[in-house]
Every structure is written in C-alpha cells, then in structure tokens.
T-cell receptor, first 116, second 114 residues
C-alpha cells in the first residue's frame, strides 16, 4: 500500500506556542489529504479536507484560524496548531486519499501533541 | 442515531478464538466498506475493503457485508495476541457523487489473551 509519513510523532510544547505537523506521501501523489483528531478511546474526528493548491475545507466546529492547513504540493500537507492550549492536546492523524487505488485511504502514524 | 454504530468493547477473547466484530449503518448510500486496525498510539492500518455484499477473505480475516440489513462484520480466525488492537469500520458512498469522505465507526477494542 501507499506510504504516508507523519512528523513529528510526538511533540510537547508550552501554552501559547505554535506547532507544525507534516504529512508526506512518500511514493505517490495525493491531491486530497484529510486531517483527523482522535481523543483516547474515541473514533477519528474529521477536522478538515485538504486539496492541493486550494484552501482547506473545515468541518463544522473546527476553528480554521487555530488549525491552519496548507497543502502546497502533491506530496506534502501541514497542520499548524496556533497559540496552542492544553485543550488542544490530542492525537492528530493525517490520511491521503488516492482514487482508484485499492483501499484508497492511507494513514500516517499520527502525532501526539501535549500542550503544557 | 449515528450514521455508523460500532460497539467500543472491550472484547476479550482467548488465543485461538474466532472473533466477530460488527458495525451497523443507517445510510443506504454507503457502497464502499473498509476495516482498519489501529494499535495504541499509531495511525490506522487498512485491513480489508469491499464494494459488494457477501464475503471477502484474506488469510485469517473475512469481511462480510449485508447491505439489505445494513450490517458489516469482520471475522478473525485463530486470533493471536498480536491481533490485540482497536478495529475501526469505515464506509462511504460513491466517489463519483462527491461522497468519497468515509464515515468511521467508533472502533472496537479487542484483547486477545494467551
């Protein structure tokens, strides 16, 4: 299957700082990437859909100014958590959608964010 | 009612048991069904996918879809401790209709003890 690399896997930051998470498709081009947030023992919560070269589409209730998503190339999408607060602590996962490929949705390893 | 319902468990079974994991859904537009396995603090990993009703087998795993009942299952034969993980079902409508964004179940936590 297609490989999606997510970095960093774990980050600790101070309240008020910004954190950037990168999601790369290693052996394919992904025109569409999804960003999810997952709380312990909960399912994946879709935050936004990111299409290369255009603005991300955010789900209802997700603050676009707080969670900045950039999809500048076909192999890289980034999520920046701005002015992070402890309530932003969570597990963030990206996935790449590849139409026509069996399975079609490939996930990164996830990034655990802890805001102190 | 959520679009996709999945019992969170945990489901605890002895090694070697046959495991049955299930999801029900309410949206008849769902046509593409997937099962993911997620180990603790890792991203989900695709296990199986299918378009049609019926069974699809891959090694120890069998995915079953019953569209008339809006019910999907994942069976694991000869379960191993390494199968201990959370299993998420996911489904979506036809991509051509723009509904390629999948809807996920909550995930079922499976524990296989030696």
């Amino acid at each position: 299957g297609a490989v999606v690399s997510q970095h960093p896997s774990w980050v600790i930051c101070k309240s008020g700082t910004s954190v950037k998470i990168e999601c790369r498709s290693l052996d394919f081009q992904a025109t569409t990437m999804f960003w999810y947030r997952q709380f312990p023992k909960q399912s994946l919560m879709l935050m936004a859909t990111s299409n290369e070269g255009s603005k991300a589409t955010y789900e209802q209730g997700v603050e676009k100014d707080k969670f900045l998503i950039n999809h500048a190339s076909l192999t890289l999408s980034t999520l920046t958590v701005t002015s992070a607060h402890p309530e932003d602590s969570s597990f963030y996962i990206c996935s790449a959608y590849v139409a026509g490929v069996p399975g079609e949705l490939f996930f990164g390893e996830g990034s655990r964010l802890t805001v102190l | 009612q959520k679009e996709v319902e999945q019992d969170p468990g945990p489901l605890s079974v002895p090694e070697g048991a046959i495991v049955s994991l299930n999801c029900t859904y309410s949206n008849s537009a769902f046509q593409y069904f997937m099962w993911y396995r997620q180990y603790s603090r890792k991203g989900p990993e695709l296990l199986m996918y299918t378009y049609s009703s019926g069974n699809k087998e891959d090694g120890r795993f069998t995915a079953q879809v019953d569209k008339s009942s809006k019910y999907i299952s994942l069976f694991i034969r000869d379960s191993q401790p390494s199968d201990s993980a959370t299993y998420l079902c996911a489904m979506r409508g036809l991509a051509s209709g723009g509904s390629y964004i999948p809807t996920f179940g909550r995930g079922t936590s499976l524990i296989v003890h030696p």
